[in-house]
């Protein structure tokens, strides 16, 4: 089978796409015949050797497929960007019906997360969403909107329509404006930090880079959830959250997805056969 795989760190030219053996299950573990896996841009730290992981190395966390003829969605620590995938039975979920199971693997971890931080916002309160445009982002405005809150998003001109239709009440475009108008609660989604005093009253949650700030702050680091990861299996299904899929790459085109990080907004899929 294919697999996208790193042999050494560096720069986008060490993904490979190489012809190994389709990996066999263990105990507690089932074999899924992959359709696609998504890009999350912290796979280029992984890349770049700055997380700790052993080599050779098969990307993908998020995984879209087929587990006993059923359409599945999950998250796997390593391997999906391959045409076989081995993941513990309980990282598997059936997946959405509503959507193409492709697009499906635009969930696990960008929705995982997004949920985990909105899990800090209540109904009514004011909240700033920075770097809604992404794949966090796009969920997490949806999330936060579920749960009653009022969402200011930060979103460059081509992300703000979208970020408008997953419910932002405003859109404040990061290229040209501080969001400075204060707000109870940020939520931050950004791999740097703001080069602005965060509006804040009570709390700042980041995902990405630590924000540095008077107010308390939480870090969050997504924590792999079945139960979560099928509601938001059902709330897809049930139309009330949308998965923001902006395009589409072949496996062959790992590399060049990699070099093009920080060109696409939302979510981009890379299916596996
Ligand atoms: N803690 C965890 O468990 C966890 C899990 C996954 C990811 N992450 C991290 O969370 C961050 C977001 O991940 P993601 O998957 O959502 O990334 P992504 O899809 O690549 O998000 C990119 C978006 O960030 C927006 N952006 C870039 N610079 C910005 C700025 N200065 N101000 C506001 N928005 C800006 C852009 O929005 P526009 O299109 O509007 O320009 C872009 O669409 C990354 O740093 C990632 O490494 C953390």
Known sequence: MKAARIHEHG???????????????GDGEVLVATEA????????AVRQGIFPIGLPH?????????HDG??????????AAAEFTVAPKDRIVPAPQSIPLRDAAAIPLAGLTAWQVVEYVTKGQKVLINGAGGGIGSFAVQLAKRKGAYVVATASARSAEAVRKHGADEV???????????????????????????PA??????????????????HVVMRYDRDTLAEL????????????????????AMAEVHRKAGEFRGKVIVTTR
Not at 37 to 44: A, M, Q, V, Y
Not at 58 to 66: N, P, S, Y
């Open 11 to 25: 720069g986008p030219e060490v993904i490979r796409i190489d012809h190994v053996d389709i990996p066999t299950p």
């Open 37 to 44: 896996t998504s890009f999350n841009p912290t796979e280029l």
């Open 58 to 66: 098969t990307l993908g966390w998020d995984l879209a497929g087929h």
């Open 70 to 79: 059923q359409p599945v969605v999950g998250f796997v620590d390593s391997g």
């Open 172 to 198: 404040i475009d990061y290229t040209r404006r501080v969001p400075d108008t204060p707000v109870d609660v940020m939520i931050h989604l950004v791999g740097t930090p703001p080069p602005w005093t965060p």
């Open 201 to 218: 009253r009570e709390l700042i949650v980041s995902a990405a880079a630590l924000v540095e700030a008077d107010v308390p702050s939480k």
């Open 233 to 252: 299996v059902e709330m897809v299904d049930a139309g009330l959250i949308t998965v923001d899929v902006t395009a589409s790459c072949p496996l062959d």
